[in-house]
Structure formats: C-alpha cells, structure tokens
C-alpha cells in the first residue's frame, strides 16, 4: 500500500476508483465492429507504453466518429497518463457531454481537476460521482482531498468519516482523516487514527511518523521518540525519521543526539537541505559556531539563494565579532530578497552589539513593517528601549514578542531586566531563570542573575553569575561592569581594576571595528 500524503495534504493525493472501467471496456458499447476494434488497438497500444501511436489512432477515430463517447474517455486517459491533465479534462468532458451518467468519467475528470489544482470543480465531479455510486469510496476520499486542499477542513472530515463508516478496515482512510484532524489541531483524534492504522498495518513506516509528530506536538517526547524509532527497525533508510527524531531532542535539549539524527540524514541525503539549517541551529544551542557556520555555508554552496541561510550564518559571523562577514551576507540576502524581515532583524542585533540603540529600533521597526509577527523584532526593539530608559515601550514590545514566542529566552531575559531597570529584583528573579532554564548557554541570563544579586547585595553570588557569563561570552562588557562594582563591594579593588582595564579594552576594540566597518556600511 502506497500513501499519498505523508505530513500533510498534498494538492494532488488522490484514491483509486474502485469500480475500474477500462476504456477497452467503455468502447465495446459500440454498435460498430470497426470503432470497437479500433479502440481495442488504441487501448493495447496505451497499455504497452506507445502513447504517441495510441493518441494518433484515437485522433483518427474520433476525426471519423465524432459523436461516440468511447474514443474521447480512451484519448482522456492518454492525456492523463502523459501528464496533459487540462486536455484531459476536455476529453472527459466530450464523454460526459454524451453519457452524463457514467460515475467513472466523472471521476476521471474529477482526478484532472486536482492534478490542475481545480479543486472547486473537482468537488463537483466527486459529488456527481457520489449520487451515481453511494457506497463508492473514491468520491468521498477525493471529494475530501479537494475540500482540504480548499482549506474547508471540516467537510473533509466527514467525508472521510464517511468512507471509514463504508469500509472500516480500509486502513489508509485513517491517514487522510488523522491528517485532517491534525489540520485543525485536533491532536488527539489524529493520534488515535493514526493509531488506528498501525493496528491495520503495524509495517506502515509513515503511521509511525505522523504520529509521532503529534505525540511531540502535545509534549509526548518519550512516545514520540519511541514510534520515530520504530521507523527505522522497518526502513532504516528513511531519513524523515531521524530528522524528526533530531527535531524532537533538539527541542528537548538533547543536543548531542540530535547533532547526530541530523548527522544520518545528511549521510542518507547530502541534498536535503533542512538536515543543514536544523544542525546548524543546534550546533549553535550547543555552543560549537564554527560548526554551525561550516553548516551553514554547505547549505549555501547547495542553494546559493537561500536568503534564510545568508541571515542566520550573519548572525553567528556577529557572535564571532566578524563583523565584515556578517554585512556581506547581509548585503547578499538583501539583494536576493529586500522584504526579508531577517535582514533587518539581524541587522539591529548588529547594531546592539555597537549599542546604537536608535539604529537598533530603526531596523527593529522596519522588521516589524515587513512581518509583524516577529518574536526576535519586538524582543530587540524591546532591548533598545530598555537601554534608553523608555521603559514602557520596552514592557509593550517585550511583552509582544513573547504572545508570538512563549519561549524565546531572550524575550524572557529581558523582562527580567525590565524589572532590574525599576529595582524589582525579586520580580525579575523568575524570568531570568525561565530564560536560563530555555537556554543554559545564555551569557546574557547568568549577567542579569548577577544583576539581580548585585542589587540585592549579594556581592559573592553576584561574582559567580558574572563569571559564567564571561565564560560563555568573553567580551560581555555589561558583566565585567557588574562584577568590578561587586568585587569594589568586597574590598577586592585589584580585581576590580581588572575588569576595568577589560572594559577599556572591549570599548576600544568596538570602537576600532566602528571605524573600520560601520560608519562605511552607515555611509552607504
């Protein structure tokens, strides 16, 4: 058994007519010997593959015998099988036009009309089909596939409801209905369809997969990872597995293993290019840049207009202070795509590693014209307000980034310092930690816990959350001013000297790199 969707509804899944009618068959109708022998060729023909023969000799038929039905549903079939599904249509139309109660043209120009993605006139062809076969499964499941493909999701479902009540050990049926429910996040009846069909086909690889994208979808990991794996014992060459296995530790924190699952895709599949950008992204959680960038760069090489790519290696070229780098793939995917709100995403994370507060809400803003439901825009214009003391402002856009992202530790981190900026150490406490509890690897988390027990006047706790942020991030300015002011607390005012001699020293490194490369980037 073949499935035709697999993650989701695909425009041109469809499900065979039952009730198969051979055009060999539809021609021997005919009262005319030479029409029926004539077809009987033109269907021998069809079926050993010679389509060209086949369609010239039915040109010829329907050329002398324009008004039978038979020649023009055979040649439909050739358009069909030579992929010209519009003239397929009109062929099937002409044998309609003559035998309008024939279901079988009906689904055949009903299969036309999805594969040309007509799917309102699909619906009608189905329908037809329908009231002249009952019980006939075709015209539900299909009449359900073009419903979905028209985003009327709840009509498909009874569809095919109706066709699991006809036939309920039809297994496939419960992968379009299961689908469909997971359309409209209905989870928990896909699961249990899904289920269903292992039941019916506990070999079936794909019933595996789908549910074990919603297991992870309703925080199942363990279950999700089980039926992932599951996969592999029956088609240990099925990379969508291990890609959604790494999905699931990635967002699990398993940053090793799922390095690893994406590390077999790419090994099964060096071309399917989401193994790179999705190992990229964790080798990024987990620390290593310089993998990531070599990810990133590979998925370049391999579609060299890939915007998205050229945005987030730019961002770990400005995590490395390549700063040159990371313009001129800024500078690329602009080109490739000035309405990429990324561009200017990172671009303000550019900015607010010079600390250009204006400019960083500027770009913030422009991301924000371009695809208002950016998390990371309303999160960094957030940031700049924060540094300009608009604090009201910044409470909005922080607040807003985290309705898009519930779970964007920066946005979290932030709101943390909103309350650092008012004093409320104890408020900003918890969502400090929330951040540092979604990224252990946040530099910026442990400075703002130092923050929060500087203000408290815990001096020695305050010391060693600075210290873990300058160990992730030796450049972090803002925690060597925290930790100097500690350490000036505690009377260890050679240490503190220290810190400020870093301080100095990053400043002027930044501004050195202000010269060099912005203010010529800002000029033009």
């Known amino acids: 058994m073949t499935h035709k969707i697999i993650f989701s ?47 010239k000799l039915l040109d010829e038929l329907i050329k002398e015998n324009p008004k039978f039905f038979g020649p023009y549903y055979s040649r439909g079939l050739i358009h069909q099988n030579k992929k010209k599904f519009d003239l397929a249509a009109l062929d099937f139309s002409k044998a309609i036009e003559f035998q ?8 055949s120009r009903g299969l036309a009309y999805l594969r040309t993605q007509k799917f309102n006139d699909a619906v009608l062809d189905f329908t037809t089909l329908i009231k002249l076969e009952p019980r006939e499964l075709s015209g539900y499941v299909n009449r359900g596939i073009s ?29 379009f209905r299961g689908n469909a429910y997971s359309e409209v996040k209905k989870n928990e009846l896909a699961i249990a369809d899904y289920t269903k069909l292992i039941e019916l086909e506990p070999t079936d690889p794909l019933a595996y997969i789908n549910r074990g994208i919603l297991y992870r979808s309703v925080g199942k990991t363990e279950a999700a990872i089980s039926d992932f794996t599951k996969v592999f014992e029956l088609d240990p060459m099925f990379y969508g597995a291990y890609y959604e296995r790494g999905l699931t530790y990635a967002a699990s924190n ?30 990024k959680k987990n620390g290593q840049l310089i993998e990531a960038i070599s990810d990133l760069t590979k998925l370049i090489e391999l579609d060299p207009k890939s915007e998205y790519a050229l ?58 014209e371009l695809d208002e439901n950016k998390a990371m825009a309303y999160n960094n214009r957030g940031y700049a307000y924060l540094e300009k003391s608009n604090l009201e402002k910044a409470l909005n856009d922080i607040k807003k980034s985290l309705e898009f ?19 409320e150490y104890d408020n900003a406490l918890p969502h400090v930690r929330k951040a540092i509890a979604l990224n252990e690897k946040l530099p910026e988390g442990y400075k703002n816990l130092g923050l929060i027990y500087l203000g408290k006047k815990e001096y020695s706790k305050a010391i060693l959350e600075f210290n873990k942020a300058i160990q992730l991030n030796s450049n972090l300015k803002n925690a060597y001013v925290g930790r100097s002011e500690a350490l000036k607390k505690l009377g260890r005012s050679e240490e503190a000297e220290k810190d400020e001699k870093k301080i100095s020293e990053i400043k002027e490194s930044l501004n050195k790199l202000d010269r060099e490369v912005f203010r010529n980037k800002e000029e033009k």
Do not use: C, W
């Open 405 to 423: 992202d519930s779970k964007l530790d920066f946005a979290h981190n932030n709101l943390g310092l909103y309350y650092i900026k008012k004093g």
């Open 254 to 283: 398993k940053y090793d293993l799922a390095i690893d699952d994406f590390t077999k895709v790419i090994k099964i599949n060096p071309k399917f290019l989401p193994a790179y950008d999705r190992r990229a992204s964790t080798y």
């Open 311 to 368: 945005v987030n290696r730019a961002a770990l070229f400005i995590d490395r202070t390549d700063y040159k780098s990371a313009l001129n793939d800024l500078d690329s995917a602009l080109r490739i795509n000035p309405k990429f709100a990324g561009i200017y995403v990172n671009l303000s994370y550019l900015y607010f590693k010079f600390e250009k507060y204006d400019l960083m809400i500027f770009s913030s803003s422009k991301a924000i």
């Open 9 to 55: 509804f695909l425009l041109f899944a469809v499900y065979s007519f039952n009730q198969f009618v051979s055009a060999q068959q539809v021609n021997s109708v005919s009262n005319s010997e030479y029409i029926r022998q004539r077809a009987e060729q033109a269907e021998k023909l069809r079926q050993s593959g010679d389509l060209d023969a086949a369609l």
């Open 147 to 175: 419903y979905a493909n028209l985003k009327n999701i709840d009509l498909a479902i009874l569809d095919f409801s109706k066709a699991i009540e006809i036939k309920p050990s039809e297994a496939e049926l419960y992968l």
């Open 100 to 107: 309008p109660n024939v279901a079988v043209f009906h689904f």
